[in-house]
């Protein structure tokens, strides 16, 4: 509801009134607010490369960079000057116009995605009561979805124009993943939809006033973690960049600016993927519990603060997630996501809305029965992967799951037997020998006519 200040002069919101809040402001204002989330944006990409690779070099027990500023600090930027500076390279065989655009168009959903991101609450910004948020839409969440699903076009037509084959496999692999991953991550929004009832951003953030969904609603928060990694190809799951397969992944025939924006694509989308997180499973601005003790907690620019603190957790995740685990297969990494993360949030789904009619009509606490329903899902997924796979025999040769011959078990390679070698006076006199054997005779015919041509030779 709106009403007056303590001073009579400027109007006061409540939350629940952030569209009309975010309406209000000046042009100007919005103005700064789209320069200030930019400027956040690129700063963040530049820390995530030096965290990245502080935090590895740590885990592996390396220093990481450490010469460039103080900590290494500015080596990111560095390293951002000195791709500036190279030569930008056109293949021969390139879409000229594709080729140019692709990187664009990888980058600039990168950023849109932030528009209808939630910062924090209500502050005064200039005399303005305003919110910490760009603007606020009805669909807010498809705008974000959407964002993620137009970022892969980038990648596809970046192969597909570079007129190189490793590409093109890469861009393949960005569609097909990206297809497989965004329908666990969009299934996975459908319970916190049902909770919320809003696709607003800034409508799901309050709604966890109460109650975070991250611990609401566990399983669709694992998959939503388990589906960001995948969306923004990252290790375990960065198979359109797998070196070891396809050189550099779609952006192997880019340089300068053009690869530095696929690569700060890269990481808008990680910090993009992980805010998204935060507001649909973390609270959002919201304080943690021990915090809200505090009636303040929630008030003025300390939403700001709470909301980069969970930012920075998932980020760390993601970095942590690489140091630790392997590169899947492709064909792994497909099985995973379509037999296991798309049924088990289908079931899921089916268990949210028996719970909540289970609620309305007898009483019981939601949050205790999802949690319940949670552990089981977890459980059950838990004792499906601790099943052993089954091996398949075809004429004698073992199988893996993904039908990829390897050896049996039981071979056994018998060892050459090593001949000694003889010494080197030996070893002379058995080349005089041979030689001599070869030799020919003195009277043959062969040796009369090289006698001739040695003679014809020496006299031309």
Known sequence: MQGLSHSGLAPMYTNGDTAILLNNDPVWLSLIKIVVVFLFLMIMAMLCVWAERRVIGRMQHRPGPNRVGPFGLLQALADGLKVAFKEDIRPFLADKIVYMIAPIIAAVPAFLAFAVTPFGGQVSMFGHQTALQITDLPVGVLVV???????????????????????????????????????????????VIIFSHSLSTADIVQAQASGWYGWMLPVSFVIYLISMVGETNRAPFDLPEAESELVGGYHTEYSSLKFVLFYIA?????????????????????????????????????????????????????????????????????????????????????????????????????????????????????????????????????????????PPLDLVVPEKPTARRPSSARRRAAERAAAEATAVPAGSSTAASSSAKEVGDGGV
Request: glycine fraction near 10%.
């Open 145 to 191: 979805l959407a964002c993620s699903s137009v970022g892969v076009y980038g990648m596809v037509l970046g192969g597909w124009a570079s007129g190189s084959p490793y590409p093109l496999l890469a861009a393949l692999r960005s569609a097909a993943q990206v297809i497989s991953y965004e329908i666990a991550m969009g299934l996975s929004l459908v319970a």
């Open 266 to 406: 890269e990481y808008i989308n990680m910090v993009g993927v992980s805010a998204f997180a935060t507001t649909l499973f973390l609270g959002g601005w919201h304080a943690p519990w021990p915090l809200t003790i505090w009636g303040g907690a929630n008030t003025g620019w300390w939403g700001l603060l709470w909301f980069v603190i969970k930012l920075l957790i998932v980020l760390f995740c993601f970095v942590w997630i690489r140091a630790t685990l392997p590169r899947l297969r492709y064909d792994q990494f497909m099985r995973f996501g379509w037999k296991v993360l798309v049924p088990v949030n289908l079931v899921w789904i089916a268990a949210v809305v028996a719970v909540r009619e289970i609620k309305s009509r007898y009483g019981f606490s939601a949050p205790i029965v999802l949690v319940i329903l949670g552990v089981v899902v977890i459980v059950a997924i838990g004792l499906a992967f601790a099943v052993p796979e089954k091996r398949v025999e075809d004429e004698g040769i073992q199988l893996t799951g993904g039908n990829y011959p390897i």
